[in-house]
């Protein structure tokens, strides 16, 4: 067992004289002292964030309008500002054409790199293919696409034009795409026929003719093959729109038609090829919006309503991205950054936002365990990777198969999100990489971004998010609405950033956005999380506040449990859930699947409780746990804690939980409450 707090990894001297955040310090004139510099970055908001517009020389025109105007929800910034996030991410692609730009690998081993004279070419290209197509300033364009390099082109070319992103991953069933983007009444829609995960080929041409189906708002949809446009010829029968997949077709588990039932008749819009859509060599150009104008739509994982269309704008993501990519993980044009994610992720856009700061970015489609576990360890190794980032389960998992990752020597960097990680893997990565500095982040799909995470200015401990990020002016609460350090809270934003929503989309008067963040403490954003701040700015941030453990009073995060009964090695997997309801002390019941070869014996049974009792509180001990096949999980890999409370409450699982954006739907069953 590693003890929380532990100190695994300190910086350099030249670690601290080489950091970005060091050089932007030097460019402000202040000391070197990360904790003053995150004091001023949030006592000081208008001049933090003009700084990091001045320091980065964001292209645009900055103008002379107030940096804020009035205050949470709602504040607005950079008043009469213009800018295109395109232009940012491809602003060196003149002056140097021929350095690397994007590497794509497959689960194959296939690879593909783009220069930047590559990929703005490309951009320019799909940019006067979608203007064809009538695509101009505030339209949507939808993507359901694998995370290909024709993908980050679409998005690119579609940013440039001012329209609007929005993009779901293949492995999203039909209904889930279905409610996200009627919502957002897209253009244009560009769908894969197939995507390849875990040795099989995935075809899904079907289901992107549903789709488009339901979209009454298309004028055009665009075909890309699956594999992205370097598929091998044949693979897509754009004429016909039949999938010709090669290899071994299946269904993906969450396919199926749309829930809505079967659509009548064909489609009204036209069918175009990707090549079609880049048809034509065009000079690339970039419209000049609003800081505030609409970038992408991302949505948020729901389990009652439709998801929520965030909205964020185009200075808003280039302002905070250039920021974090910059200071907190300390990127830049030398390095080379990979995220596993997938395009329904908000990871995705963190990752592409490598291109802000000129570094190369890594895509990734497949599966992270295929054909081992060491899978991502070795494509990192292969492409001299520097930053490598992941979730958190994909560390554990690395850590419980033993895998001991080689030929990283060029990885100063690794990212974990997603989940809280223990400190046990905290340690495995200090173990296995001494070198790499560890940087958990969190944040989450509403700000695009994390607001705690790691700065090369700090020491990492085991357990402990090292600091709050620069302009995040992150709070713990207590019950009462009072700040406090070293208790856990409420994680609250007590200042705006500018990578906050702009709007939802569909909310005219707001209501839906003001519910989300700011309905019980007025002006002050309130995330979700357990957190708690630690008098030297560390964070640990303790799982999501709405699945608390409530035992008696005594509060408690989850992750807080999931670190005790993961550490046994009997244990693949949990999940614990607190069927108390407000008022009401409840059951507590854990769930778990066992590692393999292991069984859930009664001596086991017992060393769980007793363990339990020992390092949480008699309170802690759960009043059943179960064997499952499986715990389940969203597409990005948070466990389903507050959907399986709800069934076992009696909601129904497909009311409970949105089926299509999960994993391993089909476990659900086992969550059903006992009469
Ligand atoms: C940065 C994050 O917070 C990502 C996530 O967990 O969704």
């Given at each position: ?52 517009w001045d320091y980065f020389e964001v292209a645009g025109a900055r103008g002379d309008g107030p940096v804020i105007s009035g205050t949470m929800p709602g504040a607005e910034w950079f008043t009469g500002s213009t800018l ?238 250039l920021k974090a990519l910059s200071f907190h993980q300390d990127l830049g044009p030398e390095d080379v950054f990979f995220w596993y994610t997938t395009t329904g992720w908000m990871m995705w856009n963190y990752l592409i ?36 980032g992941t979730g958190a389960p994909y560390i554990i998992a690395s850590m419980k198969a033993g895998v001991k990752p080689e030929g990283l020597e060029r990885l100063r960097g690794l990212g974990s999100t997603g989940s ?256």
């Amino acid at each position: 067992m590693v003890e929380e707090g532990t100190r695994l990894w300190e910086p350099t001297p030249e670690i601290v004289r080489d950091a970005k955040v060091t050089r932007y310090m030097e460019w402000l004139g202040r000391p070197v002292d990360y904790q003053a510099l995150w004091q001023w970055s949030v006592d000081a908001p208008a001049e933090f964030w003009t700084s990091v517009w001045d320091y980065f020389e964001v292209a645009g025109a900055r103008g002379d309008g107030p940096v804020i105007s009035g205050t949470m929800p709602g504040a607005e910034w950079f008043t009469g500002s213009t800018l295109n996030y395109a232009e940012n991410a491809l602003r060196r692609a003149a002056s140097e054409p021929d350095g690397p730009a994007v590497v794509f690998r497959d689960e194959s081993g296939a690879r593909r790199a783009l220069t930047l004279g590559e990929l703005a070419g490309e951009v320019a290209r799909v940019r006067a293919g979608l203007a064809r197509l009538g695509v101009g300033r505030g339209d949507r364009v939808a993507a359901y696409a694998p995370n290909v390099p024709e993908t980050l082109v679409a998005f690119l070319a579609t940013a440039s034009l001012g329209a609007i992103w929005s993009s779901c991953s293949p492995d999203f069933g039909a209904p889930s795409v279905i409610d996200r983007f009627t919502q957002i009444e897209p253009k244009v829609l560009i769908a894969v026929d197939g995507y390849d995960y875990n040795g099989r080929r995935f075809d899904r041409a079907a289901v992107a003719d549903d789709i488009a189906a339901r979209l009454p708002s298309l004028v055009a949809r665009v075909r890309m093959p699956a594999g992205g446009a370097a598929a091998p010829a044949g693979t897509a029968d754009v004429s016909t729109g039949t999938a010709v997949s090669e290899g071994q077709v299946g269904t993906a588990g969450t396919a199926g038609a749309s829930a809505a039932g079967p659509v009548a008749g064909a489609a009204a819009h036209p069918v175009v090829s990707w090549d079609e859509l880049r048809s034509a060599e065009e000079p690339l150009a970039f419209e000049p919006v609003p800081f505030g104008h609409p970038l992408w739509i991302v949505y948020s994982s729901g389990t009652t309503g439709l998801p929520k269309p965030i909205v964020h704008g185009h200075g808003g993501v280039v302002l905070e991205h250039l920021k974090a990519l910059s200071f907190h993980q300390d990127l830049g044009p030398e390095d080379v950054f990979f995220w596993y994610t997938t395009t329904g992720w908000m990871m995705w856009n963190y990752l592409i936002g490598g291109l802000l700061v000129g570094a190369t970015v890594v895509l990734y489609d497949g599966s992270a365990t295929h054909p081992g576990t060491d899978a991502l360890w070795r494509l990192a190794a292969e492409e001299g990777v520097t930053y490598f980032g992941t979730g958190a389960p994909y560390i554990i998992a690395s850590m419980k198969a033993g895998v001991k990752p080689e030929g990283l020597e060029r990885l100063r960097g690794l990212g974990s999100t997603g989940s809280p990680l223990p400190p046990e893997g905290f340690a495995w990565v200090h173990d296995t990489l001494p070198e790499v500095q560890l940087g958990s982040f969190s944040g989450g799909t509403d700000v695009c971004t994390g607001f705690v995470g790691a700065v090369p200015l700090l020491p990492v401990d085991a357990g402990v998010i090292p600091c709050r990020c620069l302009g995040a002016k992150v709070e713990s609460f207590d019950p009462s609405g009072e700040p406090v350090i070293g208790e856990v809270g409420e994680l609250v934003l007590t200042q705006p950033m500018p990578s906050m929503p702009v709007m939802f989309w569909n909310d005219p008067d707001g209501s839906r956005y003001r519910e989300s963040y700011f309905a019980d403490y007025s002006g002050i954003w309130r995330h979700g999380d357990w957190i708690k701040i630690l008098p030297d700015g560390g964070c640990v941030i303790y799982g999501r506040s709405d699945s608390t453990l409530n035992r008696g009073g005594v509060r408690m995060g989850t992750s807080e449990f999931y670190r005790v009964v993961e550490r046994f090695e009997e244990i693949a997997d949990s999940l614990v859930i607190d069927t108390g309801q407000l008022g009401q002390e409840g059951r507590l019941l854990l769930y778990v699947t066992m590692a393999e070869g292991a069984e859930l014996t009664d001596d086991l049974v017992e060393r769980l409780r007793t363990t339990l009792r020992d390092e949480l509180s008699p309170r802690h001990v759960p009043n059943e746990i179960t064997e499952v096949p499986g715990i389940p999980r969203t597409l990005s890999g948070k466990k389903l804690e507050v959907p399986v409370r709800k069934i076992l409450l009696g909601t129904p699982p497909a009311m409970a939980a949105n089926l299509d954006a999960m994993a391993n739907p089909e476990v659900l069953s086992h969550f059903t409450p006992k009469s």
